[in-house]
C-alpha cells in the first residue's frame, strides 16, 4: 500500500515561513490535500489538488507537489496556526484504492 | 451550508457492532459526490474507512473490508457504519466527510463522535 511520510512535528517562529513535507513514491504523479487539525476540532481543508486553496482560506497557505515531495507552505506564520496538518491522497494504482493520510506534523509556534 | 452530524452509541462492547450515522443539511446526498468515513484513534493520526455513492456504490479500505458496511438512505438525507467485531483498537473519533466533487479531497467534516470499545 501507499505510504504518505511526514515529519513529527515543525516548530517556527511567529511572523517567519513554516514548511511542512509530504513524503511519497512519485507523489508528483497525485493530486495533493492537506488539512488543518486544531485540538478537539474536525479537520479543515487548507489546500487541495497541490496547490488550490478553499474559499476563506488565507493566502498565507500554499502548496507545492512534484518528484517525491509535496510541499505546505504557510506564510508569515501566526499563533493561530498551531495546529496538526495532515496530507493526503487517493491511490489508485492498485487493485484495491485506497485514500491514505500522513502520519501528521505538529506545527508549534515559538 | 453544508453540515454533517454524526449521531451513535458512545460505548460498544467488544465483538459487538459499532453503528453509527451521518445526517447531512443544506444539501442533498443524492448530488454527484461521495460521503466518507474517517476515524481517529485518541492522540493519533486520520484513518479512512470508506466512502459511499448516493447509489449505494462504495469503496471500502482493503484493511477494514471484511468488518465494513456503509448504506444510504436518500430519504432521510443520511448515510451509515457499520463496523463488526469490534476490539479496543476500534476506539476512536469517527468523522463523516464530503468528498468533494470531481476531486479526492474532504470539503465538508461533521465534528466527530467519540466511540469507546470497553466491556
Known amino acids: 500500500s501507499y505510504v504518505l511520510t511526514q515529519p513529527p512535528s515543525v516548530s517556527v517562529a511567529p511572523g517567519q515561513t513554516a514548511r511542512i513535507t509530504c513524503g511519497g513514491n512519485?507523489?508528483?504523479?497525485?493530486?495533493v490535500h492537506w488539512y488543518q487539525q486544531k485540538p478537539g476540532q474536525a479537520p479543515v481543508l487548507v489546500v487541495y489538488d497541490d496547490s488550490d486553496r478553499p474559499s476563506g482560506i488565507p493566502e498565507r497557505f500554499s502548496g507545492s507537489n512534484s518528484g517525491n515531495t509535496a510541499t505546505l507552505t504557510i506564510s508569515r506564520v501566526e499563533a493561530g496556526d498551531e495546529a496538526d496538518y495532515y496530507c493526503?491522497?487517493?491511490?489508485?494504482?492498485?487493485?484495491?484504492?485506497?485514500?491514505?493520510f500522513g502520519g501528521g506534523t505538529k506545527l508549534t509556534v515559538l | 451550508q453544508v453540515q454533517l452530524q454524526e449521531s451513535g452509541p458512545g460505548l460498544v462492547k467488544p465483538s459487538d457492532t459499532l453503528s453509527l450515522t451521518c445526517a447531512v443539511s443544506?444539501?442533498?446526498?443524492?448530488?454527484?459526490?461521495?460521503w466518507g468515513w474517517i476515524r481517529q484513534p485518541p492522540g493519533k493520526g486520520l484513518e479512512w474507512i470508506g466512502y459511499i455513492y448516493y447509489s449505494g456504490s462504495t469503496y471500502y479500505n482493503p484493511s477494514l473490508k471484511s468488518r465494513v458496511t456503509m448504506s444510504v438512505d436518500t430519504s432521510k438525507n443520511q448515510f451509515s457504519l457499520k463496523l463488526s467485531s469490534v476490539t479496543a483498537v476500534d476506539t476512536a473519533v469517527y468523522y463523516c466527510a464530503r468528498r468533494g466533487k470531481g476531486g479526492s479531497n474532504f470539503d465538508y467534516w461533521g465534528q466527530g463522535t467519540l466511540v469507546t470499545v470497553s466491556s
Open positions: 443544506g444539501y442533498s446526498i443524492s448530488s454527484s459526490n461521495w
Open positions: 512519485n507523489i508528483g504523479s497525485k493530486s
Open positions: 493526503q491522497v487517493w491511490d489508485s494504482s492498485s487493485d484495491h484504492p485506497d485514500v491514505v
